[in-house]
T-cell receptor, first 111, second 115 residues
Framework: NAGVTQTPKFQVLKTGQSMTLQCAQD?????MYWYRQDPGMGLRLIYY???????DKGEVPNGYNVSRLNKREFSLRLESAAPSQTSVYFC??????????FGPGTRLLVL | AQSVSQHNHHVILSEAASLELGCNYS??????LFWYVQYPGQHLQLLLK??????LVKGIKGFEAEFIKSKFSFNLRKPSVQWSDTAEYFC?????????????FGTGTLLAVQP
């Protein structure tokens, strides 16, 4: 099993550009999550998907959209990137016993 | 709203020193509790978790944590740290049986172990 995979690993954008962060898991988990990690602020939930076909806002959803394409894939889209969205983005998926498994992260720099 | 506090932002220890990292949460109901570790350049990995039963839980790499319900705390401990324990440690809480299935993370504690 590859676990949770994320692409790209690193991306540089100019303000106003758009991009999609991809996440896939091969563990047959129902729930998937997107977090951002910023120094001194820990991990903050952006969006989550409790099951295929459903998505809900987390703590910091503004400026982002998500798509739960199927059970395996959960993408995060920035329609118009801003410098405040410079961060490390982690995708996670969850088993039925409450443990979340994290991907390797995507480092995003918005200039 | 639930919140998680990790009061130590940075901790510097020498090898073989004992470690205790504090974690307090605000939710008054039943909770599930977690400690995650992030080694430099890597993703988050689960260290240990508490769901119910014995409040002293043991995790990987010699770590343990004690759930003290009356203090709303879930402190992480290790008797003797190693240089390889240098990492960032995150405490997380989930409302037991909550419909949203969301984890609330603390802001993290950066541990540096000097050889």
């Amino acid at each position: 099993n590859a676990g949770v995979t994320q692409t790209p690993k690193f991306q540089v954008l100019k303000t106003g550009q758009s991009m999609t962060l991809q996440c896939a898991q091969d563990m047959n988990h129902n729930s998937m999550y997107w977090y951002r990690q910023d120094p001194g602020m820990g991990l903050r939930l952006i969006y989550y998907s409790a099951s295929e076909g459903t998505t809900d806002k987390g703590e910091v959803p503004n400026g982002y959209n998500v798509s739960r394409l199927n059970k395996r894939e959960f993408s995060l889209r920035l329609e118009s990137a801003a410098p405040s969205q410079t961060s490390v983005y982690f995708c996670a998926s969850r088993t039925g016993v409450e443990t979340q498994y994290f991907g390797p992260g995507t480092r995003l720099l918005v200039l | 709203a639930q919140s998680v506090s990790q009061h130590n932002h940075h901790v510097i220890l020498s090898e073989a020193a004992s470690l205790e990292l504090g974690c307090n949460y605000s939710y008054g109901g039943t909770v599930n509790l977690f400690w995650y570790v992030q080694y430099p350049g890597q993703h988050l990995q689960l260290l240990l978790k508490y769901f119910s039963g014995d409040p002293l839980v043991k995790g990987i790499k010699g770590f343990e944590a004690e759930f003290i319900k009356s203090k709303f705390s879930f402190n992480l401990r290790k008797p003797s740290v190693q240089w390889s324990d240098t990492a960032e440690y995150f405490c997380a809480v989930k409302e037991y049986g909550g419909a949203t299935n969301k984890l609330i993370f603390g802001t993290g504690t950066l541990l540096a172990v000097q050889p």
